[in-house]
Structures are given as C-alpha cells and as structure tokens.
C-alpha cells in the first residue's frame, strides 16, 4: 500500500501540462503499486483529458476492480460515458456512486446533464437542484440561467 506521500505525488502530477508524460509516470508508479485505486484515477482522468476515453474507461474499470467501494470511480467511469453520450452507462455508474458517497454533489450535476442528454427535463431539474443545495456551484449558476431564460421569455 502506498503511503500519503506517494498518493500525494500522485495527484499532484496530474496537475502537468504534459499528460502523455504523465501517464508514463503513473504506468512506472503502477508497476510499485498495483493495487492502488488513486493512480488508476488519476490516469483515467489524464486519458480523459487527452480525449481517449476508452483508456479512461479502462483505467476507471481497474479502479474499481482494486476497490469496489470507490464512489470516485464510478463517478468518473460514469463522466467518460456521458462524454461518449452512452447516458444509460453513464447513469447506471452515477447511481453507484451515489449509493456509496449520497453527498456527492458532483454526481448530481453530472446525472443532470445525462437526464438532458435523454430528454427526460423533470429528471434533469431534480438532479440540479440537488447538486445545487449540495453546493455545486455548476448546478447554482446553471439552475440561476434557467430562471433568467424563463423571466425574459415570459
């Protein structure tokens, strides 16, 4: 098991520019630490970032077979999903995650915009003004920009 410092260094490296790089560190990292779910994060968040999401899947799918309990890898698996518009994936991981972390507000917003990907608007505003009284700030300035839509229109 890594210690705080080796977890510490590793979130820190995703801070890079230069993310094929640092996927080449986590890789290095890996090959130490097999089993550490934060570094499969961490590199499935930088191939997200490049674009490739299917490594990112992949790396969220490991993340969850070293730690099932990991809201942070559904969360994330469930984005790249969402990113690929496949929402029922995406909502499928989202409510794992919700049952292991039911504050996570970030799901809540991320759920939100795969019910407006599926057209479902009742489902979408829920999950707004969920993530909204969490304290997503997302989910506050997208809620206020509806209210203001709706005042002028009207």
């Given at each position: 098991m890594a210690d705080a410092t080796v977890k510490d260094f590793v979130v820190k490296v995703l801070e890079s520019d230069n993310l094929p790089n640092v996927i080449t560190v986590y890789d290095a990292i890996l090959k130490i630490y097999p089993n550490e779910s934060i570094i499969y994060i961490c590199r499935g968040i930088a191939y997200a970032r490049l674009n490739?999401?299917?490594k990112a899947i992949d790396s969220f799918n490991r993340t969850i077979e070293v730690d099932s309990t990991n809201a942070f890898g559904f969360y994330n698996r469930g984005t790249a999903y969402l990113k690929l518009r496949d929402y029922g994936k995406a909502l499928a991981d989202y409510k794992r995650a919700l049952i292991l972390k039911p504050s996570f507000s970030r799901v809540y917003f991320?759920?939100?915009l795969a019910f407006l990907g599926l057209n479902q608007q009742k489902s979408?505003?829920?999950n707004f003004r969920k993530a909204a009284m969490l304290g997503n700030q997302r989910a506050k300035e997208y809620l206020a920009t509806q209210a203001t839509e709706k005042s002028y229109c009207q």
């Open positions: 490739d999401l299917q991320y759920r939100g979408a505003q829920f």
